[in-house]
């Protein structure tokens, strides 16, 4: 799934497999690899912070902030050098609703209690979860993500001004007709033509700025009456300033936020930790997670203080980095310190840029994190993960992301649990060293999926004096497992019936012991090399055999 991932964004953005340097050594040419990486990210960063701003409903300054500050301090804290933070569309979409209600102060406390929650992630150790997110819960991921910030462009597509806010988003409006939207449309291929060529051509000029520059070029060239970012909001702008969100200090305004702030931090967290993992597998480096949900924590709390929208990891722009060859934490901080400078010194150059090229790079965007693939899989693979890739991409666009990841998980545990459910069984024969003894091989997991299975493979009136259930080739895992066992245990103890347990690992003694249904006085084999008797009735363990 990561290097799938991973070529995805390399042909999305028209990148090529480059040779990674090994070494991260603060040579000459190491730093000037980190510094070029860094200079390519922030050109890279310029046109998405702003668009992903539109898609907010916020200043472009706003997206800036943002992008400036995240990406500076999770590239000095973060848990993996080489990845890139900042103002993402999946935060974006949710923020639409809060600021159309509640404005752009409301988003500032905001982000801050979701910087906290995060800190508390982190603090806590919860990012080793990311491991337990399914494969095709991913693809569902990408496939979701992919469609939302897809969705969010086609409000460029409309006679601006005409659309309106409904806290849900912007909707409404008149679109386009006419020669207005051939050239809005012209624009858009001909920005997205230049990211496909660009590679192909030179690997100097990262391809999305190179198809910035084209149209931007083009326009002013030929003077075409197009919308572009100037015409919306000017960033021109300072340094940030310290300033505490003006929003009243009570438990309202907390109960307003504090779904916003859950949600993007969920967000926020689940993306971050993907693109750990895809950086992970470039670098080789492991571990981290919980560095990272700290450092993204961190990050937005001082965002929501200096007037940014919060941000989280960026997985396209941490791939063109790792693939520039960066690999220390040099070329994150050189890219949040050039994009600075552009907010300071290159505003009015920014606001030329036509809106047309933004939906285009927003556009490449979408067909390098879209999986492909999972169309023709969906045949190939199990029922159940076709259903949860849909499920998850569904949730996605109807919803969000967290929603949807959690929803994949529990499905894709429901699944897994009834499919070990139904592997529980058991072999029966004549004991070899007891005579008239019944043996039970039990096969497959006992836990509470499988504890009715379990009960039903009894025959407790047909069974001889003596039976012994052997445990060797299955695990007892949970509570439910441990009453099944003394439902069974009960059950031929009222039938006058000796029951002997063998083979339960060490492990499970202790679960049975802790339990208190039957007392275990000795240690079990949990190598299994030893077979070892335990008679629930005398509560005795036997000699091996």
Same mark, same amino acid.
């Given at each position: 799934?990561?290097?799938?991932?991973?070529?995805?964004?390399?042909?999305?953005?028209?990148?090529?497999?480059?040779?990674?340097?090994?070494?991260?050594?603060?040579?000459?040419?190491?730093?000037?690899?980190?510094?070029?990486?860094?200079?390519?990210?922030?050109?890279?960063?310029?046109? =998405?912070?702003?668009?992903?701003?539109?898609?907010?409903?916020?200043?472009?300054?706003?997206?800036?902030?943002?992008?400036?500050?995240?990406?500076?301090?999770?590239?000095?804290?973060?848990?993996?050098?080489?990845?890139?933070?900042?103002?993402?569309?999946?935060?974006?979409?949710?923020?639409?609703?809060?600021?159309?209600?509640?404005?752009?102060?409301?988003?500032?406390?905001?982000?801050?209690?979701?910087?906290?929650?995060?800190?508390?992630?982190?603090?806590?150790?919860?990012?080793?979860?990311?491991?337990?997110?399914?494969?095709?819960?991913? +693809?569902?991921?990408?496939?979701?993500?992919?469609?939302?910030?897809?969705?969010?462009?086609?409000?460029?597509f409309k006679v601006p001004g005409t659309m309106v806010n409904t806290g849900h988003g912007m909707s409404g409006g008149e679109w386009l007709s006419g020669p207005a939207l051939s050239l809005m449309l012209a624009l858009v291929?001909?920005?997205?033509?230049?990211?496909?060529?660009?590679?192909?051509?030179?690997?100097?000029?990262?391809?999305? +700025?190179?198809?910035?520059?084209?149209?931007?070029?083009?326009?002013?060239?030929?003077?075409?009456?197009?919308?572009?970012?100037?015409?919306?909001?000017?960033?021109?702008?300072?340094?940030?300033?310290?300033?505490?969100?003006?929003?009243?200090?009570?438990?309202?305004?907390?109960?307003?936020?504090?779904?916003?702030?859950?949600?993007?931090?969920?967000?926020?967290?689940?993306?971050?930790?993907?693109?750990?993992?895809?950086?992970?597998?470039?670098?080789?480096?492991?571990?981290?997670?919980?560095?990272?949900?700290?450092?993204?924590?961190?990050?937005?709390?001082?965002?929501?203080?200096?007037?940014?929208?919060?941000?989280?990891?960026?997985?396209?722009?941490?791939?063109?980095?790792?693939?520039?060859?960066?690999?220390?934490?040099?070329?994150?901080?050189?890219?949040? +310190?050039?994009?600075?400078?552009?907010?300071?010194?290159?505003?009015?150059?920014?606001?030329?840029?036509?809106?047309?090229?933004?939906?285009?790079?927003?556009?490449?965007?979408?067909?390098?994190?879209?999986?492909?693939?999972?169309?023709?899989?969906?045949?190939?693979?199990?029922?159940?993960?076709?259903?949860?890739?849909?499920?998850?991409?569904?949730?996605?666009?109807?919803?969000?992301?967290?929603?949807?990841?959690?929803?994949?998980?529990?499905?894709?545990?429901?699944?897994?649990?009834?499919?070990?459910?139904?592997?529980?069984?058991?072999?029966?024969?004549?004991?070899?060293?007891?005579?008239?003894?019944?043996?039970? =091989?039990?096969?497959?997991? +006992?836990?509470?999926?499988?504890?009715?299975?379990?009960?039903?493979?009894?025959?407790?009136?047909?069974?001889?004096?003596?039976?012994?259930?052997?445990?060797?080739?299955?695990?007892?895992?949970?509570?439910?497992?441990?009453?099944?066992?003394?439902?069974?245990?009960?059950?031929?103890e009222a039938a006058g019936k000796r029951l002997m347990l063998r083979h339960l690992s060490h492990d499970c003694h202790k679960l049975l012991t802790k339990a208190g249904h039957l007392m275990v006085d000795s240690d079990d084999?949990?190598?299994?090399?030893?077979?070892?008797?335990?008679?629930?009735?005398?509560?005795?363990?036997?000699?091996?055999?």
């Open positions: 799934m990561k290097t799938a991932l991973l070529r995805r964004y390399a042909r999305g953005f028209g990148m090529t497999e480059l040779g990674l340097a090994t070494d991260d050594g603060l040579s000459v040419t190491r730093l000037r690899i980190e510094i070029l990486a860094g200079l390519t990210v922030a050109l890279a960063l310029v046109p =998405e912070a702003v668009a992903f701003a539109f898609v907010a409903d916020v200043h472009p300054l706003v997206g800036l902030y943002a992008a400036f500050i995240v990406g500076l301090v999770t590239a000095v804290i973060g848990g993996r050098p080489g990845m890139i933070s900042g103002a993402t569309g999946a935060l974006a979409v949710v923020m639409v609703s809060l600021v159309a209600q509640h404005g752009v102060e409301y988003l500032f406390a905001t982000v801050v209690l979701m910087g906290l929650f995060q800190v508390v992630a982190g603090v806590m150790h919860w990012g080793k979860f990311i491991r337990l997110v399914p494969h095709p819960v991913m +693809l569902g991921f990408v496939n979701g993500l992919a469609i939302v910030i897809f969705m969010a462009q086609l409000g460029q291929s001909l920005t997205m033509l230049v990211i496909w060529v660009t590679p192909r051509l030179t690997k100097v000029i990262p391809a999305p +700025l190179a198809g910035i520059a084209v149209v931007a070029g083009l326009v002013i060239a030929l003077g075409l009456e197009v919308p572009r970012v100037g015409d919306l909001a000017s960033i021109q702008g300072g340094l940030p300033s310290f300033h505490i969100p003006v929003v009243p200090l009570t438990f309202e305004t907390f109960e307003i936020i504090l779904p916003y702030a859950v949600i993007l931090a969920a967000i926020g967290l689940i993306e971050s930790l993907l693109t750990l993992n895809l950086v992970g597998e470039i670098t080789g480096k492991r571990g981290g997670a919980s560095q990272e949900c700290i450092a993204q924590g961190s990050s937005n709390i001082i965002t929501g203080f200096f007037g940014g929208m919060g941000g989280c990891a960026m997985i396209g722009q941490s791939m063109i980095n790792v693939k520039s060859g960066a690999r220390t934490r040099i070329a994150g901080i050189v890219a949040a +310190l050039f994009l600075l400078s552009f907010i300071l010194f290159a505003s009015p150059l920014i606001e030329q840029i036509p809106l047309a090229s933004l939906v285009g790079v927003m556009f490449m965007v979408v067909i390098g994190t879209f999986a492909w693939n999972s169309l023709t899989i969906l045949r190939k693979v199990p029922l159940t993960d076709a259903v949860v890739i849909v499920l998850v991409t569904g949730v996605t666009v109807k919803y969000d992301l967290a929603i949807a990841v959690v929803v994949g998980v529990i499905v894709s545990a429901l699944a897994y649990a009834w499919n070990n459910a139904s592997r529980i069984h058991a072999v029966t024969r004549e004991s070899q060293t007891q005579a008239g003894a019944k043996v039970y =091989e039990i096969q497959g997991p +006992l836990f509470f999926g499988s504890a009715a299975g379990f009960d039903e493979i009894f025959d407790v009136a047909g069974d001889p004096d003596t039976v012994i259930v052997d445990f060797a080739d299955s695990r007892v895992v949970d509570q439910s497992a441990l009453q099944a066992i003394e439902s069974m245990a009960t059950k031929y084999d949990p190598d299994y090399e030893v077979a070892v008797d335990y008679d629930v009735k005398t509560g005795v363990l036997g000699s091996g055999h």
